[in-house]
């Protein structure tokens, strides 16, 4: 029996192993076919992107005019008619044609051109937060031909001035005047004038560009500092430091003349005296260098107005050092301030914004920012009441004993004080009108 089932299990097992290799083939060559065609659809899509490319830009002009709403009108318009066509009912129909004789209608109020000469001008271009500030909208038609009244856009700030213009023969000039909102120090851009012609129903809208934009600065608060105010003075030997030299302004003392040492340093009457060469010793000086930095940090402040009394005290000691010609660094998380002039320093300063905390903490920030610079002989901080007392000791030991430092701590709920704390002398503040009394307390 097994001689006779082996012949006929045989012929299967064969003809199994024939039909996979056509299937393998098979499939080998609808992978082939497969990326044949998608070469090709690749090839034809560079071709053809150009083309389109070309066409969008073309009828881009065209298309930005149609709002959001105009395109729901259209679709509905063209589903409408569609339905209509298709089951026969009259009142799809009716609605259909409606709305597209509207959209049409609404064509007829973007044809034309404008010939505007357009200037903004904002006076005065500084003010101190709380002060007002007035702007000037003009409208000049520059063409040869009369101009149809149209609705100007002019962004200030975060919000949006409209003004209507008439109807200008050629040469005539209209002028619309605003109030800018000046309650808060902040960098207010004024424009761009913008021209905006369309329908009613806002189906179109159609832009034009007229002016560029103005700045306007709203500077913080500040108050005047007396002279007299610890590290903020002009010196104009330099600090004496505890590092000791062969050549200096600051004498020390006298030692034992040693080979390779200047001549011009020899004591002649101490040598005379005791029969040997002396030569004079000195501290080193160095010129005050002030590094005022802000800790931006929104998480540290209570609220919106603790963090505008932190740039005001900024702003307050950086004028005040400026004006003294004593040499400032000004920085906080967003970069370095410029410091070349007070004004300078204030416009800058409009650009202060609170930033995300970062893990690196106070010390960290003032670590990065002070990488390439040389030790300033006297640091100071301004922080936000949230700061933890550790954070603020950590960051005082940042630098050597030849640096003096200084901390403000501003709290609108706490009493204005100055206390030590570690190796800084810790300034409480409440009221920006209180810094001056308490940086003379911090000098004496």
């Given at each position: 029996m097994t001689a006779q089932t082996s012949p006929a299990q045989g012929p299967p097992a064969r003809s199994g192993r024939r039909a996979a290799a056509p299937v393998r083939r098979g499939s080998e060559q609808a992978r082939i076919a497969g990326a044949q065609l998608a070469r090709s659809l690749h090839g034809l899509a560079e071709r053809v992107a150009p083309a389109f490319r070309a066409v969008l830009a073309r009828i881009a002009p065209v298309t930005r005019t149609v709002s959001t709403l105009g395109w729901i009108v259209l679709a509905a318009s063209a589903v409408s008619l569609v339905l209509a066509f298709w089951f026969g009912w009259a009142e799809f129909a009716f609605l259909g044609v409606t709305l597209l004789a509207a959209f049409l209608i609404a064509i007829g109020f973007v044809i034309g051109r404008s010939t505007y000469a357009v200037g903004v001008e904002l006076t005065p271009r500084r003010v101190v937060a709380g002060e007002r500030a007035y702007g000037r909208l003009t409208v000049r038609n520059s063409g040869q031909r009369p101009v149809l009244p149209t609705r100007m856009e002019l962004p200030v700030g975060e919000g949006v001035a409209e003004f209507t213009v008439p109807r200008l023969a050629p040469d005539v000039e209209t002028e619309e005047l605003f109030a800018v909102p000046t309650a808060r120090r902040a960098l207010i851009l004024a424009g761009p004038a913008i021209s905006v012609r369309g329908?009613?129903?806002?189906?179109?809208?159609?832009?034009?560009?007229?002016?560029?934009?103005?700045?306007?600065?709203?500077?913080?608060?500040?108050?005047?500092?007396?002279?007299?105010?610890?590290?903020?003075?002009?010196?104009?030997?330099?600090?004496?430091?505890?590092?000791?030299?062969?050549?200096?302004?600051?004498?020390?003392?006298?030692?034992?003349?040693?080979?390779?040492?200047?001549?011009?340093?020899?004591?002649?009457?101490?040598?005379?005296?005791?029969?040997?060469?002396?030569?004079?010793?000195?501290?080193?000086?160095?010129?005050?260098?002030?590094?005022?930095?802000?800790?931006?940090?929104?998480?540290?402040?209570?609220?919106?107005?603790?963090?505008?009394?932190?740039?005001?005290?900024?702003?307050?000691?950086?004028?005040?050092?400026?004006?003294?010609?004593?040499?400032?660094?000004?920085?906080?998380?967003?970069?370095?301030?410029?410091?070349?002039?007070?004004?300078?320093?204030?416009?800058?300063?409009?650009?202060?914004?609170?930033?995300?905390?970062?893990?690196?903490?106070?010390?960290?920030?003032?670590?990065?920012?002070?990488?390439?610079?040389?030790?300033?002989?006297?640091?100071i901080t301004v922080v936000g009441s949230q700061v933890p007392a550790a954070e603020l000791r950590a960051a005082a030991a940042l630098w050597g004993t030849d640096t003096e430092t200084i901390t403000v701590r501003v709290d609108e709920s706490a009493e204005s004080r100055v206390t030590r704390l570690g190796r800084t002398l810790l300034i409480t503040l409440a009221r920006l009108e209180e810094l001056p009394a308490l940086l003379k307390r911090a000098g004496r």
């Open positions: 329908d009613q129903l806002g189906l179109l809208r159609r832009t034009t560009r007229w002016s560029d934009q103005v700045e306007l600065f709203v500077h913080p608060r500040t108050v005047r500092l007396a002279a007299t105010a610890r590290g903020l003075v002009r010196d104009l030997e330099g600090q004496t430091t505890k590092v000791i030299t062969d050549s200096d302004l600051a004498f020390h003392a006298l030692r034992t003349y040693e080979a390779g040492d200047d001549i011009r340093n020899v004591h002649w009457r101490t040598s005379a005296r005791t029969g040997q060469l002396m030569v004079r010793q000195y501290q080193e000086t160095r010129r005050s260098q002030l590094l005022l930095a802000l800790d931006g940090d929104g998480s540290r402040f209570a609220s919106e107005d603790e963090f505008e009394l932190a740039v005001s005290v900024l702003a307050s000691i950086g004028c005040h050092v400026i004006r003294e010609e004593t040499q400032v660094s000004a920085l906080w998380q967003g970069g370095a301030l410029r410091v070349g002039t007070p004004t300078a320093l204030l416009d800058d300063s409009c650009r202060i914004q609170p930033v995300a905390p970062a893990q690196s903490g106070l010390r960290g920030f003032l670590r990065q920012a002070t990488l390439r610079m040389a030790a300033p002989s006297l640091a």
